[in-house]
């Protein structure tokens, strides 16, 4: 026996007799008779979905009776795959995920040292997970792998009309569609944060995960202060999109509401009569992890609260204000927050403007507008306007747009949903018409000049009303499209396309969701779970 092997082999059945024990198992490892390498004191423990909504991930824990780090080799009967390995510990506890719903799984786990000797726990472990829930939306996909972004696909689906009652569920499929992971709770906006969790705004308040499903920390507001031990920050309700910056303040969309006298009460009629109007606008909220807010920005104050567009007249934030009589305007409707590096800027998405804004970060100030130039006050806004180059031919504005992305070439892709075509009191595109695409502009900012580069989605033919999103993929170049709510007579529907942009542009990954009543905000592809 090694020098250390006795000593640290106490030590960790110690740790493990101390309180609740870690190690479920009487079984002792039959530690053979080569004692160069390393040996598991204990049979690991597998628990599976320790988080109920959280069904298709794992916790696993063992003893060694040295140092060495754990290999998990994982089998459902079709795939395997292997987990990373952990650190050198005696102690040591594993995140396994991957796992497919309603399958058994065959779970190999070794232990090597530093010197790579290898042990292994000689009977393999198992893990049956539960089918998908009643009513869970199947998919039909087509993919080409080797020209697929690799990686797992990550977004949320959402249930509405006659789906209503089926909730929310965040999930991860891989490159051929199959179900990988899955969460269950309210979100809108979904992302990886800098430590590998997952970031979640839903319903009003932000909290991080980690991937079994624990909640490692929540930010609240007044219309959702979160769970216990939820940090409150002073906004009404945090909605649609959360970033995280390089020191590690989060950035979100809130909500404030002002009273305006003379508004206008129809997009549709220039002669209808004003009103006093409760106008909720976005606040661009900025704030440390510890929740003191270090600045913010807000809309109400950089653009027209008089400028108007169909969809600024809705009610969509009533419930978040219901202290206010006559309902409220949905005047901007961000959808969108992205940071900007190179210039310390933020981007806005204003989809009931049909504008993207740019602004300085520290100030506030107005660097461009993105969007059709009807109904704005040329005296104050005119500067502002971004002008197709030499009037493009084939260049047209995006309409009620979702997700800007800055590209590392400085061009800003896009997903146009194409609502209406049209501005107050032009007549309205008819939805038989339209189609929603993705696009990519290029910005001269000295000029102040913008041109089309690139598009995708007439080809499709699809109209997506409202959700959706585009996202540049580094290593291939190729771009996911999730058209998120498609309008259909049976009812609203999704679809993720991914397309190589390598010549006429190629599908080379297409997901539908078979069912109606479902519908997709976003989609990202990261390298892994």
């Known amino acids: 026996m090694k020098p250390t092997r006795l000593f640290l082999a106490l030590i960790a059945l110690i740790t493990a007799c101390s309180g609740a024990d870690p190690i479920d198992s009487p079984a002792p490892?039959?530690?053979?008779?080569?004692?160069?390498?390393?040996?598991?004191?204990?049979?690991?423990?597998l628990t599976l979905a320790p988080n109920e909504d959280t069904p298709l991930a794992a916790s696993l824990e063992a003893l060694t009776d040295e140092p060495a780090s754990i290999e998990v080799e994982v089998s459902d009967g079709q795939r395997t795959w292997s987990i990373p390995a952990s650190s050198l510990a005696v102690s040591h506890r594993l995140t396994l995920l991957g796992f497919?719903?309603?399958?058994?799984?065959?779970?190999?786990?070794?232990?090597?040292?530093?010197?790579?000797?290898?042990?292994e726990w000689p009977e393999a472990l198992e893990a049956v997970t539960e089918p998908l829930p009643v009513g869970f939306p199947t998919f039909t996909v087509q993919s080409d792998p080797e020209r697929m972004e690799p990686g797992i696909t990550l977004f949320r689906i959402r249930g509405r009309e006659a789906q209503a009652s089926f909730g929310t569920y965040i999930l991860a499929v891989d490159e051929v569609g199959r179900i990988v992971w899955l969460h269950r709770g309210d979100a809108t906006d979904v992302k990886k944060s800098s430590d590998g969790n997952l970031l979640i705004l839903g319903g009003g308040s932000i909290r991080k995960i980690d991937f079994l499903g624990n909640v490692l920390q929540e930010w609240g507001t007044e219309s959702d202060p979160g769970g216990p031990g939820a940090i409150p920050i002073a906004n009404r309700g945090f909605h649609h999109e959360v970033l995280e910056m390089s020191d590690g303040n989060l950035v979100a969309l809130g909500l404030e509401a002002r009273a305006f006298s003379d508004y206008p009460?129809?997009?549709?009629?220039?002669?209808?009569?004003?009103?006093?109007?409760?106008?909720?606008?976005?606040?661009?909220?900025?704030?440390?992890?510890g929740g003191e807010i270090v600045r913010q920005h807000r809309l109400l104050d950089m653009i027209d609260p008089y400028r108007i567009n169909y969809s600024s007249l809705g009610g969509i934030y009533n419930a978040q204000f219901p202290e206010l009589a006559g309902g409220t305007r949905d005047w901007s409707h961000g959808n969108a927050v992205v940071y900007d590096a190179e210039d310390d800027s933020f981007l806005v998405s204003m989809r009931h403007q049909d504008a993207v804004v740019k602004f300085r970060?520290?100030?506030?100030?107005?660097?461009?507008?993105?969007?059709?130039?009807?109904?704005?006050?040329?005296a104050a806004f005119g500067s502002y306007l971004l002008a197709p180059l030499n009037q493009q031919p084939g260049f047209f504005w995006p309409y009620h747009q979702h997700a800007p992305m800055i590209l590392p070439n400085r061009n800003i892709l896009l997903f146009d949903n194409g609502n209406f075509r049209a501005s107050p009191f032009d007549a309205k595109l008819p939805d038989e018409e339209n189609y929603s695409r993705a696009v990519e502009y290029r910005i001269d900012e000295s000029a102040m000049t913008i041109e089309k580069i690139w598009e995708y989605g007439e080809e499709e033919g699809i109209y997506a009303d409202f959700v959706g999103d585009a996202d540049y993929l580094p290593q291939t170049g190729n771009v996911l499209i999730a058209f998120g709510g498609i309008k259909t007579p049976e009812g609203y529907r999704a679809r993720l396309i991914e397309v190589n942009r390598s010549g006429a542009p190629e599908k080379v990954f297409d997901l539908s969701l078979n069912e109606p009543h479902f519908f997709v905000y976003r989609a990202l592809r990261y390298p892994s779970l």
Do not use: C, M, Y
Request: aromatic letters at 4%; a negative charge.
């Open 100 to 119: 497919s719903p309603g399958k058994s799984h065959q779970i190999r786990v070794r232990a090597r040292d530093e010197a790579g000797n290898l042990g």
């Open 361 to 378: 970060r520290s100030t506030g100030e107005l660097i461009w507008i993105l969007g059709p130039h009807e109904n704005w006050d040329s």
């Open 265 to 289: 009460s129809s997009a549709s009629d220039p002669a209808a009569p004003t009103e006093t109007a409760n106008v909720v606008g976005d606040v661009v909220v900025e704030f440390t992890p």
């Open 29 to 45: 490892d039959p530690s053979p008779a080569d004692q160069t390498t390393p040996h598991f004191l204990q049979a690991p423990r």
